[in-house]
């Protein structure tokens, strides 16, 4: 695989991973406003009805936080990635031995 071709590949895994960050967020705010909303509903001044909840209220917390989570560490990982991608860039030239340097060229 060329350079040019691993840049690539690069940029579209970045762009991919801050669609899926974006698509996340939104799902976990659009849960959290539409929970809220069904909990106001359902608190009225006669009392509580919890026909006005979310169904499967617990499974959506449980989707919303995990995938929140889960995202977060894969935030981190692929930043530990790249962090060790660039320090192992910087430091291979260093690490070369110039022949000439040595009488060998």
Same mark, same amino acid.
């Given at each position: 695989m060329t350079r040019a071709?691993?840049?690539?590949?690069?940029?579209?895994?970045?762009?991919?991973?801050?669609?899926?960050?974006?698509?996340?967020?939104?799902f976990y705010a659009l849960w959290q406003i539409a929970d809220t909303a069904?909990?106001? /509903?359902?608190?009225?001044?006669?009392?509580f009805d919890p026909s006005q909840l979310l169904p499967n209220s617990n499974l959506f917390w449980l989707?919303? $936080?995990?995938?929140?989570?889960?995202?977060?560490?894969?935030?981190v990982v692929v930043i530990v990635v790249v962090a060790?991608?660039? $320090?192992?860039? /910087? /430091?291979?030239?260093a690490l070369a031995v110039d022949d000439r340097r040595w009488g060998r060229g």
């Open positions: 071709q691993k840049t690539t590949l690069g940029v579209l895994g970045g762009l991919a991973l801050v669609g899926l960050n974006i698509a996340v967020v939104a069904a909990i106001n /509903r359902s608190e009225s001044t006669s009392g989707a919303a $936080n995990a995938s929140l989570i889960l995202l977060l560490l894969l935030d060790m991608l660039v $320090n192992a860039n /910087r /430091r291979t030239p």
